[in-house]
């Protein structure tokens, strides 16, 4: 490539990440989370791009955008989970309660008891459906005895609304639950240990419309509790769950707002062209 060349291809990049500039309101005050200039690379290739963005408290943030826009891959940014992938470097500053979660002195596992995770697929040990509830407070050391341990896991089921339907089977395997259960223990099992953040990567679409409608039930109860961080590819479902949402494209965060503001008045063209169908 010529030096003329060069020139054209740096200008012509500089002016491709300037039309991707996130617009709206990425920042709060008194976050729960916050996350300044976060990329994210798989060997060489650049995933995400100088992503800012924070996390409020007591809100649901819906993560918007076509297949392969980046959005799963910054939500496990949040709780360190890339570390579990080989050749894939963070870099930026992503901080819980002023906490530096990259800081040499920050274990991961009481980070991700602090920021939990409930993936796409349910995924229930292959335990009892009270053992997969206190799994968590038994190696954080959450109880002192029996009792304690006890009182926990009802509270934790009570709070995925799943007591009442399996109090009277608490030693059967969890993974004789339906799909809809098991996501539900799963979600007890993440606020078994008093997370304040709850990650949720497209927590509902592996179930059926009414298993669906009772996740999405629970998220609007949760979050008087924590802050909840959902990826979806449905745009309905982040219209009915979530306070804002957040836009991404190609790596870039395009666009962040409150939900109604963004699904009826995008800022950006690239939002108002996925919302409208013109891609994704």
Request: hydrophobic letters at 35%; glycine letters at 8%; one cysteine or more.
């Amino acid at each position: 490539m010529s030096g003329k060349e060069e020139i054209l291809s740096e200008v012509t990049t500089k002016a491709l990440h300037k039309e991707r500039e996130t617009v709206g309101s990425p920042f709060v005050e008194n976050p729960r989370m916050t996350c300044r200039e976060v990329n994210v690379y798989y060997g060489d290739k650049k995933a995400i791009n100088n992503v800012n963005i924070d996390i409020a408290r007591n809100e649901v943030i819906a993560m918007i955008g076509p297949s392969g826009c980046g959005k799963s891959t910054f939500l496990r940014c949040l709780n360190r989970m890339n570390d579990t992938i080989e050749g894939c470097r963070v870099t930026g500053d992503l901080r819980l309660d002023g906490m530096d979660i990259h800081d040499k002195n920050v274990d991961v596992v009481p980070l991700r008891a602090r920021v939990g995770m409930v993936f796409q697929k349910p995924n229930p040990f292959p335990k009892s459906i009270f053992d997969n509830v206190a799994y968590g407070p038994k190696i954080h050391g959450l109880a002192q005895n029996k009792a304690e341990l006890d009182e926990i896991v009802e509270r934790s089921l009570k709070k995925a609304g799943l007591w009442d339907e399996v109090k009277d089977r608490l030693t059967q395997p969890g993974t004789g639950l339906s799909g809809g259960q098991q996501q539900r223990l799963c979600i007890a099992r993440a606020i078994a240990v008093s997370p304040e953040v709850i990650l949720m990567d497209e927590p509902c679409s592996a179930l059926d419309p009414i298993a669906t409608a009772r996740i999405e039930e629970l998220i609007a109860e949760l979050r008087q509790h924590y802050s909840i961080v959902i990826v979806t590819h449905s745009m309905q479902q982040a219209a009915r769950v979530s306070q804002r949402t957040a836009y991404f494209h190609l790596g870039d965060l395009i666009e962040v707002g409150m939900t109604d503001r963004v699904f009826t008045n995008p800022r950006h063209q690239l939002t108002e062209d996925y919302i409208t169908g013109r891609f994704g």
